[in-house]
Nanobody
Framework: QVQLVESGGGLVHTGGSLRLSCAAVQHTFSVYAMGWFRQAPGKEREFVAAISWNSITYYTDSVKGRFTSSRDNAKNPAILQMNNLKPEDTDVYYC???????????????????????WGQGTQVTVSS
């Protein structure tokens, strides 16, 4: 069983930055697809960003130019650098991973939460105005 743990959430002012990390516990990712999602209470989980097994990145329009998805090392397979944060970015952020990379062919595959087998517990990001 693969367990993902996010860290790096917190409270910042508008325009501030946060760096989210997603670590795999007791597992080393070699080839995987990784996604970042966010969810507000009572709303559906929303796609934010993703990075393919070969480091191609995808972003939802509202975060383009502000957020950057990247890889770290095998134990921390995903980083989400969030700059110029806005109050509307306030949400619980989740990382997700899947080792069946053949399922992911284009943007439409990365944006669906159903594509991912493994999920972190979420980390709260709050941006004050």
């Amino acid at each position: 069983q693969v367990q993902l743990v996010e860290s790096g959430g917190g409270l910042v002012h508008t325009g501030g930055s946060l760096r989210l990390s997603c670590a795999a516990v007791q597992h080393t990712f070699s080839v995987y697809a990784m996604g970042w999602f966010r969810q507000a209470p009572g709303k559906e989980r929303e796609f934010v960003a993703a990075i393919s097994w070969n480091s191609i990145t995808y972003y939802t329009d509202s975060v383009k130019g502000r957020f950057t998805s990247s890889r770290d090392n095998a134990k921390n397979p995903a980083i989400l650098q969030m700059n110029n944060l806005k109050p509307e970015d306030t949400d619980v952020y989740y990382c997700a991973a899947d080792l069946r990379v053949w399922k992911f062919r284009d943007y439409s595959d990365y944006v669906s939460p159903n594509q991912y087998d493994y999920w972190g517990q979420g980390t709260q990001v709050t941006v004050s105005s």
